[in-house]
């Protein structure tokens, strides 16, 4: 089965670069910044949060590599919700992906901007412009072409995970020598809280774990990436399995592992949502320059983040308009084989988050953010729900099911999607920002079933087929013809 969307594409993501696309998806803003306001909120039970939350992410990235290596596609799970729950799932599917990736775009530049700010001569610079220059930086790199995209994805993948790791190293160091910082020697005697180890981790007892879920899940949100990007990687059923298989060492050690650290070398109270817990880390052990060091780490990942938006969006929007579900300008590519038009339309919405930046700055990241989480966990549920179909599918006989699999399907698919839900549920009653953007999600929902009800005449539903009809030109007519539906 092939995707005719997929037509035009470069395959030059190289071995290396999806090995780095999957470790840096799932290392970005919601680590390095939202990690700071979670402490301050939940405590250090935050590491429990984040391992129960990135196991089921675990799961969903299993799925979604079972579907890559089924059929490789950069339309990834648009393409499969199309092959299994038809065009309304793929149109669901896309428009939720882009949703989550939209506002993920907004929330990065905000990082942009608030990392910024942390050096005196950028203070005089306003928030928004400085997310504005972030926007248009970004975008001017994934215009060039996927092998450059692939390449800035992987050498900032590259610093992100190192400078990790030397948190990790001077950390440790820091607890076996009980060095003490701010006044309190690292440790475990800052997991105890008035003579008591449960009050030390759960400092507001149990209810901050499940209202933090949805920002921890954001968190995650770009672990899927990896299945965007087996679309244009040569021989994916090899690289894939290797590439998602060590996800879950990398969310033990780099975002439970991290998170535990933070609470043993202090204590879990010095941190808060106005700045990086690796930059409060680094300021207060006193090395020169070590804060201003890690604050250009922490905005690589910010910019990280931001370029996989774009190159992800980009993507699924073309699939979506060569199917007739999304506006005619999103399938064009430029001559760097790169889909220019998605990648406009979601760097123009960027400019939403600019504005936002302008009326909000003090809460416009949680405001997006939440937002984005409910599109990720969107987006997951469709994953899930499209790898369900498939393996009834392969139980009549109807498909084959590569040796790389979900285990225990389809009963983790059923538990991921009530998880998911139950977060998104939950988040009503989480905090002021929760019900408003439950409802704000609410009303975008309803524009999405009015847009299907206009759009549905349109669909062009031969997207699919055994093979290429009769080779590229019968492809790009195919393309038009939905793309006049369309415009229609």
Not at 13 to 28: K, N, T, V
Not at 223 to 232: I, K
Not at 314 to 330: E, I
């Amino acid at each position: 089965m092939i995707d005719k969307s997929d037509a035009g594409y470069a395959k030059a993501m190289q071995p290396r670069h999806l090995q780095m696309i999957a470790i840096g998806g799932s290392i970005g803003t919601g680590l390095f910044l939202g990690a700071g306001g979670r402490l301050a909120a939940g405590g250090p039970a935050l590491a429990i949060v984040y391992a129960v939350c990135g196991f089921f992410a675990f799961m969903m990235v299993r799925a979604l590599g079972e579907l890559s290596i089924y059929r490789p596609s950069s339309g990834a799970f648009v393409s499969y919700a199309r092959e299994f729950m038809g065009e309304k799932g793929a149109y669901a599917t896309g428009w939720l992906f882009f949703l989550d990736w939209a506002t993920t775009v907004m929330a990065d530049i905000t990082a942009v901007a608030l990392y910024l700010h942390f050096w005196s001569v950028f203070v005089p610079v306003p928030q928004w412009l400085l997310a504005l220059v972030a926007l248009v930086l970004v975008f001017t790199l994934n215009m060039l072409s996927v092998k450059a995209f692939g390449e800035f994805e992987f050498w900032f993948a590259m610093i992100k995970v190192a400078a990790i790791l030397i948190f990790m190293v001077v950390a440790i160091g820091f607890i076996v020598t009980g060095h003490a910082i701010d006044g309190h020697p690292a440790g475990f005697g800052n997991l105890v809280q008035d003579g008591s180890v449960y009050d030390g981790i759960f400092p507001h007892g149990l209810a901050p774990m499940i209202t933090l879920a949805l920002g921890v899940v954001f968190a995650f949100g770009g672990t899927e990436m990896v299945g965007v990007a087996a679309g244009e990687t040569r021989d994916a059923a090899r690289i894939m399995p290797k590439a998602i298989n060590s996800m879950i060492w990398r969310i033990a050690l780099f975002y439970v592992g991290s998170v535990i650290l933070f609470t043993l070398v202090m204590p879990w109270t010095a941190y808060s949502a106005q700045e990086s817990p690796f930059v409060t880390f680094f300021s207060a052990i006193g090395v020169p320059h070590a804060g201003d060091i890690m604050q250009v780490v922490v905005l690589t990942a910010a910019l990280s983040s931001l370029n996989a938006g774009l190159y992800a969006t980009g993507r699924t929007l073309r699939s979506m308009a060569v199917a007739g579900s999304g506006p005619r300008f999103a399938k064009r590519l430029n001559r760097h084989q790169v889909p220019s038009g998605g990648i406009i339309i979601t760097a123009s919405l960027g400019l939403i988050g600019v504005l936002i930046n302008y009326v909000y700055p003090t809460q416009a990241f949680d405001i997006v953010m939440n937002l984005a989480g409910i599109g990720i966990a969107g987006t997951w549920m469709s994953i899930m729900i499209s790898h369900w179909l498939f393996v009834r599918k392969a139980a009549r006989g109807e498909v084959e099911r590569p040796a790389y699999r979900l285990p225990f399907a389809p009963w983790t698919n059923l538990a991921t999607i009530v998880f998911l839900t139950a977060i998104i549920v939950f988040m009503w009653f989480a905090d002021e920002i929760g019900r408003p953007t439950i409802l704000l999600g609410t009303g975008i929902g309803i524009i999405m079933v009015a847009g299907w009800f206009l759009v549905r005449k349109r669909i062009d539903a031969t997207l699919l087929d055994d093979a290429f009809l009769s080779g590229e030109e019968e492809l790009i007519n195919a393309e038009d013809a939905a793309a006049e539906k369309w415009d229609r």
